[in-house]
């Protein structure tokens, strides 16, 4: 039986181990320096909890990373210290599954000292709020994360062994997603300010686009988002592109995060009407 460590078991970290606890595999966490909120998430996912980080390294064969993007580089040495603590013989796969671009994920790698590293990223929701994310994989040993017991509500996909091809394919696609949503944010802000909300609503659902559910769950996560824009930007400036776009993302997920809705969390919006959710939007 495999054992897997979550670093760290919020929202989508302990809906992964959940999906990994109920394949058959040990999965271990620690609440050390976690949220309260953490700490009820991983008790509701039922993860083994373990007193502190050095102690889930002593014990996994897999470590999952899952941290905000802005603390990748930092988590990423806290791990290898924590590995060098529980012992020279120790030296499970790391799989970095943060938002972060290429260049970041390269000093994620180089913090880990000669570990084996695994590139990752995910797309979708936990698979605790709902099944099918997929979990993009790259690096000599991506086969390995790949092949756990994912219980069949996460799809891993192997994309190849270079480092950062994973971390580029999330950077693209959150740029249209996340991008997007702040568009769509802003301009139901707009339109609460006018008295056109709900024409505005109905006008951009015409045109193929979602109501405002999307908008207000983004709020809860706009604080992380503001870091995944911001290595965006450093991704498409890697690409010889304007980093400008999405400097100004980061801009306005920053003034989000200032928002009352934004205080809230991910399960506690969903049944917020469009008016609630732009009313929760204004800054106090």
């Known amino acids: 039986m495999a054992t897997i460590g979550i670093v760290s078991a919020g929202y989508m970290g302990s809906g992964l181990g959940r999906a990994l606890l109920d394949g058959g595999a040990r999965v271990v966490t620690t609440l050390e320096g ?15 909890l373990l007193p502190t980080l050095t102690d889930v390294m002593s014990t996994a064969d897999v470590v999952l990373l899952v941290t905000p993007p802005a603390e990748a580089v930092r988590n990423a040495r806290a ?14 796969v790391v799989a970095d599954l943060n938002a972060v671009s290429p260049g970041t994920m390269a000093e994620v790698a180089r913090a880990l000292e000669g570990l084996p590293v695994v590139d990752g990223s995910i797309s979708g929701p936990p698979p605790t709020a709902e099944p099918g994310a997929h979990v993009y994989l790259s690096g000599a040993r991506a086969a ?7 219980n069949g509500r996460v799809r891993p996909v192997v994309l190849g062994p270079e480092i950062g091809t994973a971390s580029a394919l999330k950077m ?3 740029s249209v997603l996340k991008g997007v949503n702040a568009l769509i944010t802003q301009a139901i802000r707009t339109a609460g300010r ?22 207000a769950r983004s709020a809860t996560k706009a604080g992380r988002y503001v870091g995944e824009m911001r290595e965006i930007a450093t991704t498409q400036s890697e690409a010889g592109l304007t980093p400008a776009l999405f400097l100004a993302f ?14 809230g969390s991910p399960e506690s919006t969903s049944d917020l009407p469009p008016s609630e959710i732009v009313a929760r939007l204004t800054v106090t």
């Not at 390995?144 to 994912?150: D, I, K, S, Y």
């Not at 006018?194 to 908008?215: I, K, M, P």
């Open 34 to 48: 976690r949220s309260p909120r953490t700490a009820r998430l991983a008790a509701g996912a039922g993860l083994e």
């Open 79 to 92: 791990v290898a210290v924590a590995i060098r603590k529980a012992g020279p013989a120790r030296e499970p």
């Open 144 to 150: 390995e994360v790949a092949a756990l017991p994912w």
């Open 172 to 174: 693209c696609t959150a």
């Open 194 to 215: 006018h008295g056109v909300l709900d024409a505005v609503l109905a006008e951009l659902t015409r045109n193929g686009f979602s109501g405002a559910a999307g908008v």
């Open 250 to 263: 980061a801009e306005v997920y920053a003034d989000i995060a200032t928002t009352p809705l934004a205080q």
